[in-house]
């Protein structure tokens, strides 16, 4: 069956980074695009990044444009979001997404908390 386990999440003072790390197993994973969303505490699920299947397609929500990454490695199975310039908005629940045969699949999320 798919499974979506990420690692990654922590505290980190504004301005500073973390990479979150989506491991992916029970389907092709080199044949779908890969999704991180995030929720904050009160706010509606929000997508944050996706990739395409190759890698060579990326799209961002604004708010994150120029300061977060998205990448994967086929090989290992693993999307990744390198997030920098940290700041508290950024603050929520980062869970990684695959729809596959019209079926959306979650991670049980990592929680980022941007704090002083």
């Known amino acids: 069956q798919v499974q979506l386990v990420e690692s990654g999440g922590g505290l980190v003072q504004p301005g500073g980074s973390l990479r979150l790390s989506c491991a992916a197993s029970?389907?092709?994973?080199?044949?779908?695009?890969m999704r991180w969303y995030r929720q904050a505490p009160g706010k509606e699920r929000e997508l944050v990044a996706a990739?395409?299947?190759?890698?060579?397609?990326?799209n961002y929500v604004d708010s994150v444009k120029g300061r977060f990454t998205i990448s994967r490695d086929n090989a290992k199975n693993t999307v990744y979001l390198q997030m920098n310039s940290l700041k508290p908005e950024d603050t929520a629940v980062y869970y990684c997404?695959?729809?596959?045969?019209?079926?959306?699949?979650w991670g049980q999320g990592t929680q980022v908390t941007v704090s002083s």
């Open positions: 029970g389907f092709t994973f080199r044949l779908y695009a």
């Open positions: 990739i395409s299947g190759a890698g060579g397609s990326t």
């Open positions: 997404n695959v729809y596959r045969l019209s079926i959306d699949y």
